[in-house]
């Protein structure tokens, strides 16, 4: 490439780029590790990315990261509220982790999930039914927003009326993950401890509750729960409920907005899914892989000098693992950047891979899952109203920030029985 490799990270994050940012990525992969002196080491291509995913050498510990590299990315040690096991490293990401894992899902809970199917196609339903009689709507604010945070706040056991306190907080969190070149360091981290502890502050009450009180739900079990490797500190369960709220909520919808983006650009695909529901499963782990609602992790660094691809990257440097890249790759994906729900050999990188992998992606396929079967199947001859549409800042959490959909009406819904019921709308 003829550009400084600073202009890359800066290409990368460009908001000019957000609504396709494909045609940088495969740039870079012709040089699969690409280093400026200031900036950080990107990573573009799918087996370095592997590679380096599955390498103990690689930190995801702030700390680990020398302030220099990346400033904005830093993070000040904070005795109240330390890091979430996302940002740990072994031995206490993976104690952390299967504390946090208990209650989710197997072995100890197997049925947790399974249980909340019924509930997840009823919330679907529901808002879906809240469409009648619009002929246009915004795919984002009435139906992929609301229904992931309504089903993590089911999940967790936070009350889904108080979602107007913790939206902003959980949107500067997520902010945070943006490596924005521009951006003011020593402000951002201002901003984004203040929403820490406002969020932990805020959780606290609420786990104090479930300690009185215990109900159906993980924050209870986290709160109550006595394995045989103990429980978590209150500190560390302040951590975690708040990984798990944020994480929960930025980005599932993302998949599902990404998800009907793309099915309206390809018709045929929304009309075979129309008729043939199971085809679901391929479909969504394809979109998982062709436009990935988690871009990049910008947030490693090397324990010891790595040598990978002809490159040194040192101790204490910043890397980047563009995943959405990886999942592009010519050298692992056959035809990389045609849409095919039917894929066969498809183990993506869009829930990561190694220690940190997606611990919730059971919960954010099943969402994705029911959500685009019930679009599919209810939405009356939906069309796009703007393409490209407008995106999110976010360059890491990336996904566009309003879908308007324009529709003829909506088809009934489907009855217990898998047949469909009443007849308003349907053709
Ligand atoms: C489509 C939706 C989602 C996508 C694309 C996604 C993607 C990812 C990715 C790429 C990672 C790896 C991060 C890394 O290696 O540093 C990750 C980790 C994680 N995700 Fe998700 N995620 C999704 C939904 C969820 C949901 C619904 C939850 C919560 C229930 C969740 C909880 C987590 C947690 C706790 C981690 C940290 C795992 C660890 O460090 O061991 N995610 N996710």
């Not at 983006?261 to 969504?284: C, E, I, Q």
Request: aromatic fraction near 6%; include cysteine.
């Amino acid at each position: 490439m003829t550009q400084t490799q600073g202009s890359l990270a800066r290409q990368i994050t460009d908001y000019a780029h957000r609504a396709d940012p494909y045609p940088i990525y495969a740039e870079l992969r012709k040089t699969p590790v690409v280093h400026d002196e200031e900036g950080p080491y990107i990573v573009s291509t799918y087996w370095e990315i592997h590679g380096l995913l599955h390498d103990p050498r690689l930190s995801s510990e702030a700390r680990n990261l020398d302030p220099e590299a990346a400033p904005e990315l830093a993070e000040e040690d904070d005795p109240e509220l330390p890091p979430s096991f996302l940002r740990l490293d072994p031995p206490e990401h993976d104690r952390l982790r299967r504390l946090a894992m208990a209650p989710f899902g197997p072995p100890h809970t197997p049925r947790r999930l399974h249980a909340m199917r019924g509930e997840l196609t009823r919330i679907v339903g529901e808002l879906i039914d809240g469409f009648e009689g619009r002929d246009r709507i915004d795919l984002v604010d009435h139906f992929s927003y609301p229904f992931p945070v309504t089903v993590i706040c089911r999940l967790l056991g936070v009350p889904r009326e108080d979602e107007p306190r913790f939206h902003v907080w959980a949107e500067t969190l997520a902010a945070s993950l943006d490596p924005d070149p521009d951006a003011d360091a020593a402000e951002r981290r201002r901003i984004t401890r203040q929403a820490r502890t406002e969020l932990a502050m805020y959780l606290s009450e609420l786990m104090e509750e479930r300690r009185r009180a215990p109900r159906d739900d993980m924050l209870s079990d986290l709160v109550n729960g006595q394995g045989p490797e103990g429980r978590m500190s209150r500190v560390e369960l302040l951590s975690t409920a708040t990984l798990l709220l944020v994480a929960g909520h930025e980005t599932t919808v993302n998949l599902i907005t990404n998800g009907m983006l793309t099915l309206l650009r390809n018709p045929d695909v929304l009309a075979r899914l129309r008729k043939a529901p199971h085809l679901v499963v391929p479909l969504v782990e394809e979109l998982l892989r062709f436009d990935p609602p988690v871009q990049m992790l910008p947030q490693r660094t090397p324990l010891s000098e790595i040598d990978i691809a002809g490159v040194t990257i040192p101790k204490g440097a910043s890397v980047w693992l563009l995943l959405a890249s990886g999942n592009r790759d010519p050298q692992r994906f056959l035809d990389p950047d045609r849409f095919d729900p039917q894929r066969r050999d498809n183990q993506h990188l869009g829930f990561g891979s190694g220690i940190h992998s997606c611990f919730g992606a059971p919960l954010a396929r099943l969402e994705a899952q029911i959500a685009l079967t019930e679009l599919a199947r209810r939405l009356d001859r939906p069309r796009l109203l703007e393409d490209p549409p407008t995106y999110r800042r976010n360059a890491v959490l990336r996904g566009p920030r309003h879908l308007p959909i324009a529709l003829e009406g909506l088809r009934p819904k489907a009855s217990p029985n898998g047949s469909s019921n009443g007849s308003n709308g349907s053709r």
